[in-house]
């Protein structure tokens, strides 16, 4: 079992960054995958980046490419999203997840971070 809690989420400019962050307890990111995902009013959920337990491999969706970064500090427990270059369109709820890598499932989620990027 692992509990998350997102934090990081604001108000930004377009233009602007933010980094999220995600601490974990009880089991630690290095026994799970981590990823990111975001849910904008009126749609759903889509995923948004991934990085594998050693976090030597990261995944990211096209629209965030380039853009996001995805990191994980298994020493704090924490997984990270830096966001540059923010765009109106990336203004959803974002939420972090634990992968069990054994049925490769998002089976432990936060309860999400709010970011709004005004234009």
């Known amino acids: 079992q692992v509990q998350l809690v997102e934090s990081g989420g604001g108000l930004v400019q377009a233009g602007g960054s933010l980094r999220l962050s995600c601490a974990a307890s009880?089991?630690?990111?290095?026994?799970?995958?981590g990823g990111w995902f975001r849910q904008a009013p009126g749609k759903e959920r889509e995923f948004v980046a991934a990085?594998?337990?050693?976090?030597?491999?990261?995944y990211y969706e096209d629209p965030v490419k380039g853009r996001f970064t995805i990191s994980v500090d298994n020493a704090k427990n924490t997984l990270y999203l830096q966001m540059n270059s923010l765009k109106p369109e990336d203004t959803a709820v974002y939420y972090c997840?634990?992968?069990?890598?054994?049925?490769?499932?998002?089976?432990?989620w936060g309860q999400g971070t709010q970011v709004t990027v005004s234009s």
């Open positions: 997840a634990a992968r069990v890598i054994s049925t490769n499932q998002y089976a432990y």
């Open positions: 009880g089991r630690t990111f290095s026994s799970y995958g």
């Open positions: 990085i594998s337990r050693s976090g030597g491999n990261t």
